[in-house]
């Protein structure tokens, strides 16, 4: 019983863990980014830089 009590609270604390910032804390660092996100620059761990596209700036 306690084995079962320690894995949900493990699984929890694995859910809760905070993911890499990136671009000035707007982007999440991922290796898939998500429909709403794209893709901006490389992260320090080699993945993805993940962005809403509001936060890109516009190339003139």
Known sequence: MKFL????VALL???L???MKCWSALGR???T???SEVF???C???TMCCV??????IKT
């Open 5 to 8: 009590l320690i894995l949900t």
């Open 13 to 15: 604390l694995a859910q």
């Open 17 to 19: 863990t905070p993911a």
């Open 29 to 31: 660092c991922r290796t």
């Open 33 to 35: 980014c998500q429909e």
């Open 40 to 42: 901006h620059i490389l």
């Open 44 to 46: 320090r761990d080699a």
């Open 52 to 57: 809403h596209p509001k936060y890109i700036p």
